[in-house]
Nanobody, 129 residues
Framework: QVQLVESGGGSVQAGGSLRLSCTAS????????MAWYRRAGNECPLVSTI??????YYSDSVKGRFTISRDNAKNTVYLQIDSLKPEDTAVYYC????????????????????????WGQGTQVTVSS
């Protein structure tokens, strides 16, 4: 059974930093592409990905401020978020197992489309100005 457990969210002031963690189990973590999505309102955009080979991707809105990394020995993927802005306020979801077609997840009434087959339950990040 695949499990993704996020942690590290919280409330911070603009300009602050947080480090999100996602601990995975139930699959071969070393071989899996991983990702972070975030949900704000009715949108669930992809934030960042890291492939099994370490290749990374960032959306334009977070490039230069967010850093994704992974520790295969700990089955954990991280998202370091710096220079936080109020518009970064969202629930952040860890995702695993890239697919060839999108899947649909429902989170707090919002339909989220995902290129990844598994999602965690999320961790809240709130940024005040």
């Amino acid at each position: 059974q695949v499990q993704l457990v996020e942690s590290g969210g919280g409330s911070v002031q603009a300009g602050g930093s947080l480090r999100l963690s996602c601990t995975a189990s139930g699959f071969t973590f070393n071989d899996a592409d991983m990702a972070w999505y975030r949900r704000a309102g009715n949108e669930c955009p992809l934030v960042s990905t890291i492939n099994s080979d370490g290749t990374t991707y960032y959306s334009d809105s977070v490039k230069g401020r967010f850093t994704i990394s992974r520790d295969n020995a700990k089955n954990t993927v991280y998202l370091q978020i710096d220079s936080l802005k109020p518009e970064d306020t969202a629930v952040y979801y860890c995702a695993a197992d890239r697919r060839a077609s999108q899947r649909v997840f429902s989170r707090q009434g919002t339909i989220c489309w995902s290129w990844f087959g598994y999602w965690g339950q999320g961790t809240q990040v709130t940024v005040s100005s």
